[in-house]
C-alpha cells in the first residue's frame, strides 16, 4: 500500500505542477517510512518541503498556500501528532470556505493505527475528532487500490481531505496496480464480500480482519456480507442501509475505540433510515477504551481479532 | 436416556403453573441446572432449571399453556449415564440482568427429577451454578399479549401481511419470532385475517388461566396417609344465594387456592386454640431506643417480627412437637426451624419462609424478614422460599385487632397469631401500671399437640420476650 501512496502522490506532481509535499523529514530523508522517497530529487525543494517540528506551522503554512493557488499535501509523520495543529485543522482548514468564501484544496496525510506495538502516541486511530467536524472529508482506506485512487481523488477535490494510513497495512497489502491514471471516488463505500445473514461494515486494517472472519463464518453456515466503508465523512448512506435492508442484521467492526466511534454514528443512521428492515440489534466490536498499549500481549487485547469479529458475527446471526 | 422434564411444584398450595417461555428449543445442548423454560403460577414466577444434562428432545408443553403439576413438559436425551455432577456455567444471556444465586437449603436437595409418583417435587438449585434470573424477572416478557419478542422487521412484516404475532411460535434467540419465523409463516398461509383459527402447531394465546380443578397428586404408594380432594363446596342451594341485586366476582387463581387450603386445613386439623398475653413494654422501649441508630447502621428498618421469630425458635427447640407435621399415624419432627412470615397482599396472602432461623443472628433475621415481605409484594419470591416451613407466625393485630385465631398453614401443626401491641393498666406486683400488652394465641392440631404443650409453648414465648436481653445494636 506504502508504495501505492507513492505513485499516487509522483503521478499528481507530475500531473498538476500545483502540488505540493510538506511535512518533517519528507524530502531529504524521504518520509519516516520512505513514503516520500525520490520525490526530492524528482521535483527539487521548492515543491517537497522539509518543515520544522511543528504540526501548526505544517498546516498553518499550508493553508496559506491553498490561499495562493497551490495544493499542499501536509503530511503528519505519525497521525497521532495531528493533536498539535487541532486548532488549525478545525477552525481553518474546516470553517474557511463556510466563513470566508476561501476554499483549502489540501490534503493532510499521515500513518494511523495500531497492531505494531508503536505504543500510545504512534497507534492512534484520531478519525472521529474530525468526522465530527463539518467542513473536512476524512478518507481511510484498505487496500492498495483503493490507497492510490482515494489519494488522487483526495488531491483533486477542492475540499480539505484527511487522508489516513494504516501503518499495519504498509507492507502487507499489495496488489497488481492498473498501469494509467484512475481514481476512486470520495463518498462511496463498497462491498468487499456479498451475503445474506448479516451485513460486517468495515474499514482500513479491521476490513481484512472482518474478510477473515467472514471465512470462518462460511464454514458454519453463516454469510456475512462486508463492507468497506473507505470514506468515513461523508458516509455512504445509501450502500449500508441497502445492505442492511438486505440482510436485517449489521456488525460493525473498527479498530477506533469503543466510546464515539463511527459505530455509533452508524448505528444512527441505521435505526433512522432502515428500522424496520432490521431483526437484530446492531452491535460493534472495537477496541477497549483505554489508550493503545504499548505491551504487546495488552495491545492484542485492546484490538479487535478474528475470534471476537466472528463470535459477536455469530451472536448476532443466531439472534 | 430419556429424561422427563415436570413442572414442578412451587408453593404447598400450588397445584398447577402455566409455560411462559421455553429458554431452549429441540435440538438444544442443555447443562444440568441450565435455565430451560420459565413459568407462571399465582404465586411466584419462575426460571426452571434442566434436570439433568443433555440435549433437549422434545417440547411436550407449549409456551401459553397450563398444567397441573408433575406433568411432562419437555423431554431431555440425557449424556451418557448420569448427569454432569459440577453444573457447567449457563451461557451468558444478555437480556435480563441476572440476580445474585439464591440461598440454598442447608442440605442441598439432589437434583434428580422425582419420578410422578411423589407428591411433591423438589426444584432444586446447585449451590454455586448458574445464574438463576430472579423469580418474576421483569424482563422476560410474557406471551400473553403484554409484549411479544420478535423485532421491528418481523412486526412490519406481520403488518404488511395481516399476521398475528400471537399465534407463531418463535426459534430466535429466547423464544422471539425471528426474520426466518415470520416469512415461513408468509409462505405457509400467505395475508391472513387477524383472527387466528386454531392451528396445531401454533401455541395458543394465554389468557388469563381457566380456573382448572386442581390436579391430586398421586398418593405415595404404601405410606400411611393420604391426600384430601379438594374442591370448594357451597353450604346452601344455589337459589338461596342469588337474590336482590348482586355482582359476581369470579375468585382469582391465587383465592381459590387459599379458598382450597383454609378448607382442607380446617377439615384435616382439628384446631384448638390457647392465648396468653405479654409484656412487651420491654422491647417497645429498646425498640424505640435503637431503632434510628439500627436503620442507619444497618439500613433496614426495625421491627418487631425478629423478636417474635426469636422468641419462637426457643419455644419450638423446647417443644419439638410444635415444629412437626402429621403423616397420618406418623409424627414427623422437623430438624430444621424454617418460621413462615404470612403476608398480606393487595391481591391475597402468601407466606415466605425464613429458613433455619435458629441458626440466624438478630440482624440476619430482621434482613430476612424485610427483603421477603418486599419481594412478596412485588411477586418476587422464589419458589424455594413459599416452601418448607415448619411453623408460621402472622399478625392479624397489625390492622388493630386484639387477637386473631388463624387457620394453620399445612403442613405445620401450629401458628402464632399476634394481636395490637395496647397500652393497658395491669397488677404488677399489688401496684397498678400501665404497660405495652399484646394478646398471643396459637392456633394448634390436637393430632400432634396438647393443650399442656401448648401453654407451655406460649409461656417460653412470652418469657423470651419479656425478659429479652440481647443486645441489638
Redesign the interface.
Known sequence: MLEAIRQALFEEMERDPAVVLLGEDVGVYGGAFKVTAGLLERFGWERVIDTPISETAIVGAAVGMSYLGLRPVAEMQFIDFIACCFNQLTNFVAKSHYRWGAPVPMVVRGPSGGGVHGGPFHSANPEMYFVHTPGLKVVYPSTAYDAKGLLKSAIRDNNPVLFFEHKFLYRRVKEELPSGDYTVPLGKAVVRREGRDLTMVSYAAMMHTSMEAAEVLAKEGIEAEVIDLRTLLPLDRETLLASVKKT?KILVVHEDTRTGGIAGEIAALVCEGA??????PVLRVTSLDTPVPYSPPLEERFLPDVQRVAAAARDLA?? | MPVDVLMPQMGESIFEGTITKWLKKPGDKVERDEPLFEISTDKVDAEIPAPSAGVLKEIKVAEGQTVPIQTVVAVIDAAGAAAATAPAAAPARTEAPQAAAPPTPPPAPSAAPATAAQASQRVAVAPASAPVAAAGAPAMPRRDGQRIHSSPLVRRLAREHNIDLAELRGTGAGGRISKKDILAAIAAGGSRPAAPPPAPTFAPPAVAPAPAPPAVPAAVPGAPGTVVHVTLENAVPRERIYFGRYEVQPMTVMRQRIAEHMVVSKRVSPHVYSVDEVDMTRIVQLRDRTKNEFEKRFDTKLTFTPFFVRACVEGLRAFPTVNASADGTNVVLHKEINVGIAVALDWGLIVPVIKSADEKNFLGLQRAINDLAERARSKKLKPEEVQEGTFAITNPGVFGGLMGLPVINQPNVAILGLGAIQKRPVVIEDAIAIRSMLYITMSYDHRVVDGAVSHQFLQKVKKALENWSENIL
Open positions: 436485517n428500522f424496520e428492515d432490521l431483526d437484530g443466531r439472534y
